[in-house]
């Protein structure tokens, strides 16, 4: 299943259009919250606040997800205590690399060299110890438990972007000018060919959306996803 699921992904990506991790992830999460959630303030139930299958995941677990996320993008200082709208994000955020990293378990993906990992995180470390050990400290979670966190984070960004991998189409010219004839309004004073290119990269996108919200809604239902904060 592995082999199957990097070979499509080879297969399956056409040259035009990329897409860096973060901006993966910033595409997921808007498509995860255009989904109805349960309602929810953050007054906490016995500091869970969310849930997927039967796994919990407590408030604390978010903190740590969102210090680890600052700590990887340079952001400082990474441990901020988040309330309100900020917090209920985070922990649909979390909930969310969950949900994916159980659906990467199912492919026994292990999403490249784990040396790679190793060594940014190292860097990362050296840069910044302190920032490193006010992670671990703040919420009495060991350096293997972050470490962990870590590698565990890497591994679902990549498996993401095999996702958006698979996703990718090739357009056709045909395909192409039948959009740009469909859409005189869009294109006035222009020739096809000069709009040829930026056609096949708007649908490319387009095509990527429209997989990933039907897979992110496969995800919630087969995983089962609710938010535990009090309604």
């Given amino acids: 299943m592995v082999n199957k699921l990097r070979s499509h992904c080879e297969q399956s990506r056409p040259p035009g259009i990329a897409y860096r991790p973060k901006a993966i992830f910033l595409l997921l999460f808007s498509l995860f919250f255009s989904f109805p959630?349960?309602?929810?303030?953050?007054?906490?139930?016995?500091?869970t606040a969310a849930s997927v299958g039967k796994d919990l995941i407590t408030v604390q677990d978010a903190y740590v997800y969102r210090a680890l996320q600052r700590f990887k993008s340079k952001e400082y200082p990474a441990v901020q205590i988040e309330t309100g709208?900020?917090?209920?994000?985070?922990?649909?955020?979390?909930?969310?690399?969950?949900?994916?990293?159980?659906?990467?378990?199912?492919?026994?993906?292990?999403?490249?060299?784990?040396?790679?990992?190793d060594k940014e995180l190292q860097d990362l470390k050296r840069q910044k110890p302190k920032e490193w050990e006010s992670i671990s400290s703040k919420f009495n979670v060991s350096d293997k438990e972050l470490t962990d966190k870590y590698q565990r984070s890497v591994?679902?960004?990549?498996?993401?972007?095999?996702?958006?991998?698979?996703?990718t189409p090739i357009?056709?010219?045909?395909?192409?000018?039948?959009?740009?004839?469909?859409?005189?309004?869009?294109?006035?004073?222009?020739q096809?060919?000069?709009?040829?290119?930026?056609?096949?990269?708007?649908?490319?996108?387009?095509?990527?959306?429209?997989?990933?919200?039907?897979?992110?809604?496969?995800?919630?239902?087969?995983?089962?996803?609710?938010?535990l904060l009090e309604g």
């Avoid at 985070?90 to 990293?101: I, L, N, P, R, W």
């Avoid at 357009?171 to 222009?190: L, V, W, Y």
């Fill in 155 to 167: 591994q679902v960004e990549r498996f993401m972007q095999k996702k958006v991998d698979t996703l």
């Fill in 192 to 227: 096809f060919e000069q709009m040829k290119n930026n056609i096949q990269v708007l649908l490319k996108k387009q095509h990527i959306q429209k997989g990933l919200a039907e897979w992110i809604q496969f995800l919630k239902e087969k995983y089962g996803f609710a938010i």
């Fill in 37 to 47: 959630l349960f309602p929810a303030k953050t007054t906490l139930i016995n500091g």
């Fill in 85 to 117: 709208e900020n917090l209920k994000r985070t922990v649909q955020k979390a909930a969310f690399e969950h949900m994916v990293y159980l659906e990467l378990k199912s492919f026994e993906f292990e999403g490249g060299a784990k040396s790679s990992g």
């Fill in 171 to 190: 357009i056709t010219d045909a395909e192409a000018e039948k959009f740009f004839k469909e859409n005189p309004g869009r294109f006035k004073g222009s």
